[in-house]
């Protein structure tokens, strides 16, 4: 059987759910679970019911792995040696995108980034092409098969493994190319936007930036991250970080409400993906209408407070 | 300073993509731009050269219709372009680093080089790394705020979340540009006529001494994403239209 690495995220000491989803993309193969600063024994319960076989603590003699992504790449690299894997798989969120392009240049390996599927065996991978409008199946020619799977895309099922726990310390250094001198904290009590599993997002139509106290209200029932349009940041409602669209994130939760925004091209490039689209908006004539799964044609400041109400 | 800025030539997000085949779009109706993303770039750099001086080479890897993206980013500042030519609009992402760095190897190697954090085409977000890779030298990707000093460069990126790092670096560096770094400018008649008249240097990937076919990864099918064919409105009064909602949510769909 193949051996496949997958890089587990981990957030307050517990594997992320979109970790648990680029599991079961490998699942058929033997899975090889790699931590990085989590405590694998508190995570060996849920990574072995997800198909681990072993789960790996990887650190480096050079330093720690969580602290520089070019030393973590070196670690990852001697990893794939390490345990002989044919494919190595991760999140593509902004440290794991980063980290996997950082990984493959390293390797002069191929790397397909933010996959929507993928066959592990066949080095095969769907992916986004041209700003969401299309899907490209790309064929990976390489001993290694490293890919990044877009939150959420693929929902994870349980498929019980031995998990065995392990350490592997690389030898390896920390190239030295990049001196991190500040980590600026932003909300850190927010969801994530790229790997909500439900996302709100407020466009033109909320008017201010206080406003989004109304979404953020009916998020926290919800267990919902907060996102903005692209007119909306423009207009200096909402932070850059809070952007949906082209210019912003790319995101795919089972379920995305969006509240008084008009439905440009350019927001779908960002959100076409999900699972669900709702759109409430008080123009019924609204693009958003054409292109989503259900409509609420009515003012956001009506419709909002009483979905939070009823939640 | 010398600051060379990595320019991907691709369909204006707002087109519509006609397959052709079975990986294949028709490029001929469709209007084509500046990727959005490098942009920022070539503005940065512009802004740096205005400030220390400098020269700003555009360079990018595409088709022969690529030109006409060259005399954009011209038209926003910079001073000449290079166009390796390739046959494809989808050169894989290893083929087109180790292009960009044989290019940049054979004009004289910047100071400085950009790109946009990524291509709204194949959405690789790879090429940056791989071209400092070639180099070796350090690379920062989704920066949103930059400053050159002497031989360093401090650069600030959202890390997710909403976290950003504060991260500095020895020139020569990578910087992979995003949207918070700049406004981008809107180029001028005048500037435009001018650009038309600046030097872009042609050479083909042959010429460089690279195989197009050697490539790792190959594009075997496009297909459109499926369109939603229209929201199932929910009416009612207010409570009627959210009682529905959440209950197709829940029931229906099990979202929530």
Do not use: W
């Amino acid at each position: 059987m193949a051996r496949t690495g997958i890089l587990i995220e981990t957030e307050n000491g517990t594997v992320k759910d979109t970790s648990l989803g680029v599991m079961t993309a490998a699942q058929g193969q033997e899975i090889i679970a790699l931590v990085t600063g989590a405590d694998p024994s508190a995570l060996k319960d849920k990574l072995a019911e997800y198909g681990a076989a072993k789960i790996v603590k990887l650190s480096a003699s050079g330093g720690d792995v969580t602290a520089s992504p070019d030393l973590l790449a070196e670690a990852l690299a001697a990893a794939v040696r390490e345990f002989d894997l044919t494919a190595l798989l991760g999140t593509a969120s902004a440290a794991g995108k980063d980290l996997f392009a950082r990984l493959a240049a390293a390797m002069d390996l191929p790397l397909v980034s933010d996959c929507v599927a993928l066959d592990v065996e066949a080095k095969t991978a769907k992916k986004s092409h041209f700003s969401g409008k299309t899907f490209a199946t790309l064929k990976v020619d390489a001993n290694v098969f490293l890919a990044t799977v877009r939150p959420n895309a693929i929902e994870a099922k349980p498929a019980p493994a031995a998990g065995e726990t392990a350490e592997f310390s690389a030898d390896v250094t920390d190239p030295g190319k990049l001196v991190i001198k500040e980590v600026k904290k932003g909300d850190s009590d927010k969801i994530d936007l790229t790997e909500a599993p439900i996302i709100i997002t407020g466009g033109r139509a909320i008017k201010a930036a206080e406003n989004y106290k109304m979404l953020e209200d009916c998020a926290a029932k919800m267990g919902a991250a907060v996102g903005a349009s692209r007119a909306a940041v423009d207009a200096g409602y909402a932070p850059h970080s809070m952007q949906v669209g082209q210019t912003g994130k790319t995101v795919s939760p089972r379920l995305y409400i969006a509240c008084g925004v008009s439905g440009a091209v350019q927001h779908f490039a960002g959100m076409k993906t999900s699972k669900v689209i709702v759109a409430i908006n008080e123009d019924k004539d609204a693009p958003i209408f054409a292109k989503c799964d259900y409509g609420i044609v009515g003012d956001i400041f009506e419709v909002v407070p009483v979905l939070t109400e009823k939640l | 300073m010398k600051i060379c800025v990595c320019v991907k030539h691709v369909p204006d997000t707002a087109a519509t993509i006609k397959i052709e085949g079975d990986a294949g779009f028709k490029d001929s109706e469709i209007k084509f731009v500046v990727n959005p993303y490098d942009e920022y770039g070539i503005e940065e750099a512009v802004k740096l050269a205005e400030k220390n001086g400098g020269e700003v080479v555009i360079v990018t890897v595409g088709k022969p219709e690529a030109d006409a993206t060259i005399r954009s980013a011209l038209a926003m500042g910079a001073e000449r372009g290079i166009l390796v030519t390739t046959d494809s609009q989808f050169l894989d992402a290893t083929l087109t680093a180790k292009a960009l760095k044989a290019a940049m190897e054979k004009d004289g190697l910047p100071d400085l080089i950009f790109t946009g954090k990524g291509s709204v085409d194949s959405e690789t977000f790879q090429t940056q790394y791989r071209l400092a890779g070639y180099l070796g030298v350090p690379v920062v990707n989704e920066v949103s705020k930059l400053t050159v000093d002497g031989g360093n460069a401090v650069a600030e990126l959202e890390v997710g979340g909403g976290d950003k790092q504060v991260i500095e670096m020895k020139l020569p560096c990578v910087i992979g540009a995003t949207k918070g770094l700049n406004e981008p400018r809107y180029p001028k008649f005048p500037d435009i006529m001018k650009a038309k008249k600046k030097k872009i240097d042609q050479m083909s990937l042959a010429d460089l001494g690279i195989d197009a076919a050697a490539r790792a990864v190959t594009l075997e099918k496009l297909e459109p994403v499926p369109e939603r064919s229209g929201a199932k409105m929910i009416e009612g009064s207010v409570e009627e239209q959210v009682t529905e909602l959440i209950r197709v949510l829940k029931e229906d769909e099990k979202v929530l």
